[in-house]
């Protein structure tokens, strides 16, 4: 009967060490969307007109706070676009746009945030410059 609560104990015991890792490294569970690396898409991607404030990182979340005219922001479509080029500098910078498909025929100004992963905008070395290029905005990305 001691062996039997011995077994069950260290098994608790080992499943809650693993779901406590686990939902300790699952950083991207955090953010809405994951951003997408592509050269066409920065391209053609829709381009409605935002004005975006503020950008913050938490662990490879990237929160962007931003403003468009619409009805209440239920219907639009946004991208976090990588231009898929890496610029050689120290750091090492990439260039993002903030796509927007805005088809909302209101005169209100709404201001919202989203969250990105951006694990994928790693590069060599252990920290590269993000650049939103639709805005003034650039934020140091440090892993």
């Known amino acids: 009967m001691k062996t039997l ?6 098994f608790i015991i080992c499943i809650s060490l693993t779901t406590c890792d686990r ?4 950083i991207s569970s955090n953010c809405e969307k994951q951003v997408i690396v592509s050269a066409h898409e920065y391209d053609t991607a829709p381009n409605d ?9 938490n662990e490879d979340c990237l929160k962007i706070s931003f ?10 479509i ?3 676009i990588d231009s898929e080029l890496v610029l050689e500098s120290n750091p090492p910078q990439r260039n993002l746009r903030l796509s927007l498909n805005n088809e909302e025929l209101c005169d209100a100004y709404i201001t919202t ?8 905008l790693q590069v060599a070395g252990n920290k590269v410059l993000l650049n939103l290029t639709n ?9």
């Not at 609560?5 to 260290?10: D, N, S, V």
């Not at 945030?113 to 994928?120: F, H, P, S």
């Not at 805005?135 to 892993?143: A, C, G, R």
């Open 5 to 10: 609560k011995l077994i069950l104990g260290t």
């Open 67 to 76: 403003s468009s005219s619409g009805c209440n922001g239920d219907t639009w």
């Open 49 to 57: 007109q935002l004005e975006v404030h503020k950008l913050e990182l």
């Open 113 to 120: 945030e989203i969250t990105v992963e951006i694990n994928d």
């Open 135 to 143: 805005s003034d905005l650039q934020i140091l990305y440090e892993y």
């Open 23 to 26: 939902d300790n490294n699952d």
């Open 78 to 80: 946004l991208k976090l």
